[in-house]
Nanobody, 124 residues
Framework: HVQLVESGGGSVQPGGSLTLSCVAS????????MGWFRQEPGKEREGVAA??????????NDAKGRFTISRDNADNRKNVMYLHMNGLKPEDTAVYYC????????????????WGQGTQVTVS
């Protein structure tokens, strides 16, 4: 049973940094395509960053140069994906979700089967 639990959201001033975590259970993070998505009220969920099962990394144009995605499966005990966010802007304010799927198109939210509950990021 795949479960994803995000944490690390919060409020930060413009220019600040946050690191989001997504703890996965029921599978090994290295075996799945995993991504970070965000959604503002009334808008469609959009891809921010993703890491494929082969280690390929993808960023949205907005995230490039500011956000870094990584995953940690050290010693097969930690099973976590991270999103390190720097230079945050007010327009980064959204609910951030992590997602996983064996065969997803990395930044396409419609191709992911498993989702976390989301964590709010507010930049103001």
């Amino acid at each position: 049973h795949v479960q994803l639990v995000e944490s690390g959201g919060g409020s930060v001033q413009p220019g600040g940094s946050l690191t989001l975590s997504c703890v996965a259970s029921g599978y090994t993070v290295n075996d799945y395509c995993m991504g970070w998505f965000r959604q503002e009220p009334g808008k469609e969920r959009e891809g921010v960053a993703a890491v494929d099962s082969d280690g390929s990394i993808y960023y949205s144009n907005d995230a490039k140069g500011r956000f870094t995605i990584s995953r940690d499966n050290a010693d097969n005990r930690k099973n976590v994906m991270y999103l390190h966010m720097n230079g945050l802007k007010p327009e980064d304010t959204a609910v951030y979700y992590c997602a996983a799927d064996r065969t997803a198109i990395p930044l396409s939210q419609r191709t992911y089967q498993y989702w976390g509950q989301g964590t709010q990021v507010t930049v103001s």
